[in-house]
């Protein structure tokens, strides 16, 4: 009985460490990089947002483009 | 308003036709006002138009919103890159906005390019309360 809660337990751990790494590795994919956001000012200025605002600038368009198919 | 076709040729419908027309990579094309709300717009059939506004609309307030933290007082353009394809919005007077999709692989400087020329017609529709003035240089002008 102990070794079969064992085995579970460690199916587990093995389970929630794949789930983990593909989560970690489908987000990063989907990370803003540099260049994928460029803004022109209304001064003319052309301006590269921090990679934050870049990311939730392509967080949006992401869901923009899925809507509209 | 249109939906995958051209409905009120001559209002601003019909230039977001005439937008979509000329560039082909556009897949869709609205026109949002100061205040948030879908102008016109040229979308597929079945498109949920209030999800696709409000996202759009958080999309040009946080373009306002980097602007102004970066010295000017709004944004001219922006260009936004994702996996599935490009989201373009040019600012137009009175704090409305033009915004376009399109594909992964659209050449997004002729699309701009002819956005810019669609403004000028755009202002003047919303100038006049009448359909664009023919001295525009409109996009109709360029050929594909």
Known sequence: MKRILGRLLVLGAAAGAVYALRNYFESSSARASRGDVQLTLDNGASVEPSSAEAQEFVDIARKVLEIAG | ?144
Do not use: C, H, W
């Not at chain 2, 373009?88 to 409305?96: A, D, I, K, N, Y």
């Open chain 2, 1 to 144: 308003m249109a939906e995958g076709g051209a409905t009120g040729v001559g209002g601003l419908e019909g230039l977001l036709e005439n937008l979509r027309a000329l560039s082909g990579e556009v897949t869709t094309a609205a026109v949002l006002s100061a205040g948030g709300d879908l102008e016109a717009a040229t979308l597929p059939p079945g498109v949920d138009r209030e999800r696709y506004s409000a996202m759009i609309t958080a999309l040009a307030g946080i373009a306002r919103r980097t602007a102004r933290e970066n010295g000017g007082s709004g944004f001219a353009e922006a260009r936004i890159r994702a996996d599935e394809g490009y989201v373009l919005l040019v600012s137009l007077e009175g704090g409305r906005t033009l915004v376009t999709t399109t594909g992964p692989d659209a050449r997004v400087g002729l699309v701009l390019y002819d956005m810019r020329n669609t403004r000028r017609e755009l202002e003047q529709t919303s100038g006049n309360g009448a359909s664009a003035g023919s001295e525009t240089g409109g996009p109709g002008e360029r050929k594909q």
